[in-house]
């Protein structure tokens, strides 16, 4: 454990109490859990993650004064490394709001409750200007620990937290050699220290989108802003709706956000029946079918598969649930550039984290069989520890030269007719009497024969050659 120095502040339960305060003299910050278990319950957040927390706990804030009794909204979660953090407002029935903060690891979590400002105040407390971010090549020392820019460099060992491109958690000792890394250190003892590291080649969010409003969405999903990234999706969905015009592939980019979602706060029930197709809302009921179907870039379908596993996973039947992930993920791994070291290691990661769920922490070497096969191709070092998922593609549809279907909705937001032959047969069942008025009936008869004796409206259609199939079928079923 290193020097933590003096924690800033302390939100204190029965059990125990969580500790906050700087990592040394940097302006990363840390929480540390002491309680009854003997176990190593402390996570470090560099400048930027505190600052996303902030954002989390200030949403808090906003929704605080027009919350009902009974409601809990789902906040935030900040990305596993690996003790995952959740943030939930919670309203009672008969108190005032409060914040329940959730750490989890593996089997084991910890619930602590405490108000939005007071939790707010303390957070802010360290935001501290501390030193310089030191940039370089790594380079492993034969007796251990790294050298970069000149610098000897320890590693603490169950800490250290490292960040990959997408924002997933990267072990220190899955930091590729000669990689270019941002290194917040510390002394102590007379050395010097890793706080946390990222990959210098980091997401940004694209200057230019087709759809900023779904695109600040996924900004947000990437920060852990679970509720703000829902509010920006839910507005363009509704707009999208009473336009009357759907395109197939914002819906499902929609729907692949949301599903983001659900799994980062842990709602696998609400979001497992999004993924079957059986969602209450419109746009994620035909998002889900039009991203099952393809309609999306071959990133977001590479991230959906991985979502896809996730829900299989699910399965209370451990050998069905194993085949179908191993079926999915080795088609992915095989599928993707051997010079994308990234996104193999992270499939890796992901496939190893999901098998050893399914079989509650022993998954058997035959078990395991299809995933050695493919890490014996894999170069680097893969440490499995958190189940993360990369950003989604941006907001712009540049991946297939003809444009996507577009689901023109009807007033009632009813979801589009399965078969365009449907649409061909109703054309004729209307026109055959139009006919007949027109040519064997006097001139007096009615004009409106076209209309549905009942005053019904005409059913949805899909508006160009490539339909996407019905919503209210199950996308996938487990």
């Not at 600040?216 to 703000?228: N, T």
Request: net charge negative; charged share 25%; aromatic share 6%.
């Amino acid at each position: 454990m290193f020097d933590l120095n003096s924690p800033i502040g302390a939100i204190s339960t029965p059990d125990g109490k969580l500790e906050y305060g700087n990592v040394g003299v940097t302006d990363c910050v840390y929480l540390r859990y002491q309680g009854p278990e003997r176990i190593n319950s402390c996570v470090v957040y560099t400048p930027e993650e505190r600052d996303a927390l902030i954002r989390i706990v200030e949403k808090a804030l906003e929704l605080e004064g027009r919350t009902s009794p009974g409601t809990v909204f789902q906040l935030g979660a900040m990305r596993p490394k690996p003790i995952t953090l959740r943030i939930a407002l919670v309203h009672p029935n008969q108190d005032a709001p409060f914040l329940l903060l959730r750490l989890l690891l593996s089997d084991w979590k910890v619930d602590l409750s405490v108000a939005p400002e007071a939790f707010l105040s303390l957070l802010k407390l360290g935001c501290a200007k501390g030193t310089h971010v030191l940039h370089g090549l790594l380079k492993r020392r034969p007796e251990g620990g790294w050298r970069v820019s000149g610098k000897d460099l320890e590693i603490v060992e169950g800490l250290s937290p490292g960040i990959g491109r997408g924002g997933e958690y990267l072990h220190p000792d899955e930091a590729k050699e000669g990689e270019a890394l941002e290194i917040w250190t510390f002394p102590m003892e007379g050395k010097e220290f890793v706080a946390a590291f990222r990959t210098r080649d980091q997401w940004r969010p694209p200057s230019q989108v087709e759809e900023r409003q779904g695109q600040d969405g996924d900004v947000a999903l990437f920060h852990g802003e679970i509720q703000a990234c829902r509010e920006h999706h839910e507005a363009f969905g509704q707009k999208l709706l009473h336009s009357g015009n759907v395109e197939a592939a914002w819906a499902a980019k929609i729907a692949l956000s949301s599903l983001l979602c659900d799994i980062l706060a842990g709602e696998d029930e609400k979001g497992q029946t999004a993924w079957l197709g059986r969602s209450a809302d419109p746009i994620l009921k035909l998002g889900t079918k039009a991203m099952a179907s393809g309609q999306a870039s071959e990133e977001d379908q590479v991230l959906y598969q991985q979502v896809s596993c996730y829900f299989h996973s699910l399965n209370p039947k451990p050998d069905e649930a194993a085949k179908s992930i191993d079926t999915l993920m080795g088609k992915l791994y095989d599928g993707v550039s051997r010079q994308d070291l990234t996104n193999r290691r992270l499939i890796l990661n992901n496939w190893f984290v999901l098998l050893n769920n399914v079989y509650d922490g022993s998954p058997s070497d035959q078990a395991l069989e299809a995933w050695t096969r493919c890490r014996g191709s894999y170069p680097g070092n893969v440490i499995p520890k958190a189940f993360s998922l990369a950003p989604p593609h941006p907001w712009i549809i540049d991946w297939k030269e003809e444009k996507p279907p577009t689901l023109v909705a009807t007033t009632d937001n009813k979801s589009p007719s399965k078969k365009r032959p449907l649409l061909l047969v109703a054309i004729v069942l209307v026109a055959l009497p139009l006919l007949y008025l027109l040519v064997v009936r006097p001139p007096d008869s009615p004009k409106d024969g076209n209309q549905p004796a009942d005053g019904r409206e005409s059913p949805a259609v899909v508006s160009d050659s490539h339909p996407v199939s019905d919503p209210a079928a199950p996308a996938q079923e487990t």
